[in-house]
């Protein structure tokens, strides 16, 4: 059932990707030839909206959000969103349902994915290549010069996705971005992506959850709260994810 689900998904969703090339980044990169750039961002943002529902829409999964409240105002602070990593529909579910827009840190390999680099690119991706340590680094220090320019990030603390749904520990160096750049941490519970794709049984309608909690202000934080950071962000996000059903 999971690969009919999957099927049936693809035979929609593959135009919509392919069909971005025109609709998408064809009105995006003319308006950027015409001095237009914050409104072909805007665009592009907007058809990354839909095409991040649209995969839910066409997977069978409704992601319920909460929490839009404690998004800080984008013209006063830059922020750095951080959170757990269920699925791979976790950043579909962030730019879809939740309607949020960020930088990402994304794997090397993802460049050389016809269309869906050109969407890391719109996102001012992070591309890291974890095999090399100093590689990592780099990509740390470039992450901490968006977000000090006033682009926002997402983060996933943990690196990987989990295997098992649980929450794993979050990787302290991680917090580095939103410390050295004095960034307001978000942190997003996610629950529930992972039964919509990679544990997908059945044919009922998935139900996913987004939490948004409340904004952590980096530049006030003393020395001895940012050596616990990471465990705030962990409990914050942990005590949630028992809290959503499921």
Known sequence: ???????????????????????????????????????????????GHFIGSSILFF?????HVDGKENIPL???HH???????????????????????????????????????????????VFINRISPRDAIQAVL?????????????IFPEGTRSKDGKI???????LKLATRSKSVIVPITIKGSREGF???????????YLSIGKPIHTDVLTTEEIATLHEVVYGTIAKRFDELPG
């Open 74 to 76: 984008a013209d006063q």
């Open 59 to 63: 997977l069978g999964i409704t992601v």
């Open 168 to 174: 794993g520990e979050l990787k302290n160096g991680s």
């Open 79 to 125: 922020v750095c969103y951080m959170a757990n990593h269920q699925s791979m529909l976790d950043i579909v579910t962030f730019v879809g349902p939740a309607r949020l827009w960020a930088s990402v840190m994304a794997k090397a390999e993802v460049k050389r994915i016809p269309i869906i680099n050109l969407w890391c690119y719109a996102l001012d991706c």
């Open 1 to 47: 059932m999971r690969r009919v689900r999957i099927a049936f998904a693809a035979i929609f969703v593959i135009p919509i990707l392919v069909l971005s090339l025109l609709y998408a980044f064809v009105p995006g990169y003319i308006m950027r030839f015409l001095g237009l750039r914050k409104a072909s961002n805007r665009y592009l943002r907007l058809c």
């Open 142 to 154: 470039q992450g901490v010069e968006q977000l000090k320019q006033g682009k926002n990030m997402l």
């Open 198 to 208: 990679e544990n997908l049984k059945g044919c009922k309608r998935v139900h996913a």
